[in-house]
């Protein structure tokens, strides 16, 4: 691998997400070589697929190019490059185009969906964690109405217009709206010779509330916005299986449908190398120190969803979203430039900032540790925030754009089946 | 196929490029049922893909959907489908969804990239008619230079970082003059570790002067402007062959490369069931009289690319390019409302409103009837025209705000792969 070795201390970081740009930002013109390793050429904003999913925003306006991120500081080397195994001994990656060395090693992989080893539903349902599984989900929401239009079966065309999300956390509860939206607004223009209005949107939730991890206001106020949006949540079910047409649950309950959307759990997207068997927490991922370093590799940390530092406030990690990995991203940053510099390490301390998630149209719900408010208000703050956090100034510009437009225009632009998601249909023909 | 019939006559078009969504509405609240096919479930302005393939616009913004042309009329089918076959005697069409009857029908399908029979040209070229094939352009050209990054062989690496495009019509030249604006703006920035001075760009035309279409000023200036932007251009060449790593021209001219865009000749894209052998004009093109009614069939119509109508002016038809297609799309309409009230037909003339093309910032070449300029003008003249036929507002603002970032920060943000283009690059290794 012919990344040119400088006198400084390599630092390679795996994974642009949001973990892996805040520190990579960080070590910007420091005495260190910067080595950026992902599996794409690009950063994904991934709190805001489900509105590629559903037509409201292109993919490239969530993307960011991640040779961009340190653009001008001629000691940062990015390669793209998946990783498959950490030598820590000899301080060495395996990687899809050969062997990394480094001195310092960040694992900021992120996380995966969680299929919690169900075969069949990781087979058959759609994930929503990549911009071209988010793509997928929209062509084959487009492609099932398409599909609607051509069959005289009842139940075929119902279970093409049914759409099953499994999982009631903010990616589940964005998405049932954005669809319920869509069932409002746009179906009954865009299909005049179908009967949308048998159209069904199901948000299936394991735990007894929605946002389970924010406050009851919230979970309540989210449930009730998404009930008015005319979605059906059913909450205490558990989602068993997919054959590609049969939602099962633990119940009698079950759903026809063409389209499942499992967005119940993720897991640490974790490496091959390091003793798996004592380090890996609950959900896959690493447990680090204070200084976010991986027990027992000195010059192994990892930051982000990937990373389980256990706390007071937090003995099971902090929560899997962007906070805490821009956070990590950022005071690892410090840190590893005072261990170049031989000083000692500061721990690190997580600021909640809050969370909040949308359900639709001036309906958002927001959690702030001194305040929690729902509806108008709150959906703005959910987008002042999400346009301030994406990465670049074009996309934001093109967010905002495409933002004003959907809300002035009741419309959603994209709607476009640019490449086909092959679904077989003909089993939906008995 | 159940669309169902209306007592008014049913007008089919078979595909919604600018010919066909020019015609469709036309007949917006006229007496007629009109019902688009196509095998994609939006529009594409090809103007611009040589943008989204070189990083300049996000896909989405040059797309638009079918379903949205003839929004809130009820008398309006889309469907997505492919046309197998025409059953003129039957008045029917075989297609990808069943059969569709018509009382009138209307082909604008456009054309497709001619490779005059070259099967290894056809297998190993890269075209740029649609969205994907442009997207492919894209992710390979950014798949070279991380390629290129990864050998220490001299002759792949130049391999990898030579483009070969071969046509010197509006596409090509359009194309070439973007990759050098990349070569010279994008690519030492985003690859400091590569020397990206030995990028280069060959344009190759067979006749003796580029955009042969054009006006002779038009011709020398591209050209000029593109020898000013390091692009070499090889004139009265005609590329033989392209084994996925050499181009053999008619003489011993040969060039090692990694990517060949063909952009060298289009053909009318036609569907089978015309009585083809007495119909096909030049091109692929199917004869059409002056009222666009393919001869020895009444009830057909055909317009844009896929129609040759000779006229003293244009002996070998109209151009193919967007401006006879709409004025061909809306003028039949006109006719197809005469025809339904039983009126006679009017016959078409084209009022050629000029050409252009682009070579870079600051850079394009105008001809209209009465004047005909180059440079700054003629590129705000050439931004202004294509952001004006662009359909749909979402995407002019889109479009707009690309091109201003673009210019001011001297970038091309959608440099992303997005999805991988597979490019066997092992034989590039001797």
New interface residues.
């Given amino acids: 691998?012919?990344?040119?070795r400088s006198s400084y201390p390599r630092i390679v970081i795996i994974g642009g997400g949001f973990g892996g740009i805040s520190l990579a930002q960080k070590l910007s013109k420091k005495e260190v070589q910067v080595v950026l390793l992902d599996k794409?050429?690009?950063h994904t904003f991934q709190p805001l697929l489900y509105q590629v999913s559903t037509g409201g925003l292109?993919?490239?306006?969530i993307?960011?190019?991640l040779?961009?991120v340190l653009?001008?500081y001629?000691n940062f080397?990015f390669?793209?490059a998946e990783v498959n195994e950490i030598l820590a001994e000899k301080k060495v990656l395996n990687t899809s185009?050969?062997q990394v060395s480094y001195d310092y090693l960040v694992v900021a992989t992120g996380s995966e969906t969680n299929f919690f080893g169900n075969k069949e539903l990781e087979k058959n349902a759609m994930a929503m964690k990549s911009?071209?599984q988010s793509?997928n989900l929209r062509s084959l929401i487009?492609?099932n109405f398409?599909q609607a239009?051509?069959t005289?079966d009842y139940h075929e065309r119902d279970a093409l217009m049914n759409f099953v999300i499994v999982g009631g956390g903010p990616t589940g509860v964005e998405l049932a709206g954005a669809l319920a939206e869509i069932k409002k607004g746009i179906l009954p223009?865009?299909?005049?010779?179908l009967d949308t209005r048998r159209a069904q949107i199901n948000l299936v939730q394991g735990g007894d509330r929605l946002l389970d991890a924010m406050s009851d206001n919230a979970s309540e106020k989210s449930e009730n916005f998404l009930e008015k949006l005319g979605v059906q949540v059913w909450k205490n079910t558990r989602v068993t299986g997919y054959n590609g047409k049969t939602v099962t649950t633990k119940t009698d309950l079950t759903f026809e449908t063409a389209t499942l959307v499992w967005a119940a759990g993720v897991m640490g997207a974790t490496i091959k190398g390091l003793d798996a068997k004592e380090l890996l927490a609950g959900g896959n991922r690493l447990n680090v120190n204070q200084f976010n370093q991986v027990e027992g590799y000195p010059e192994i940390f990892a930051i982000g969803d990937i990373a389980c530092m256990e706390s007071k406030d937090y003995p099971r990690g902090h929560p899997m979203m962007a906070q805490p990995a821009i956070q990590q991203g950022k005071h690892l940053g410090e840190n590893l430039v005072r261990l170049v510099d031989g000083k000692s390490l500061k721990p690190f301390s997580y600021r909640d900032k809050g969370s909040m998630a949308t359900v639709g149209r001036n309906k958002a719900v927001v959690d702030l540790k001194k305040i929690k408010f729902q509806g108008v208000f709150a959906w703005f703050v959910w987008m002042f925030v999400h346009l301030f956090f994406l990465i670049?100034?074009?996309?934001r510009?093109?967010v905002f754009?495409?933002w004003v437009?959907n809300y002035v225009?009741f419309?959603r632009?994209?709607?476009?089946?640019?490449?086909p998601f092959k679904r077989n249909y003909s089993q939906f023909k008995d």
Same sequence: chains 1, 2.
Wanted: aromatic share 10%; glycine share 6%; charged share 30%.
């Fill in positions: 691998m012919n990344i040119p794409n050429n690009y292109e993919p490239d306006s993307a960011y190019p040779r961009k653009i001008g001629d080397f390669r793209l185009i050969g911009i071209p793509l487009l492609e398409e239009l051509l005289d223009k865009d299909y005049p010779d670049g100034f074009r996309n510009v093109v754009v495409n437009y225009r419309d632009e994209a709607r476009l089946i640019i490449r």
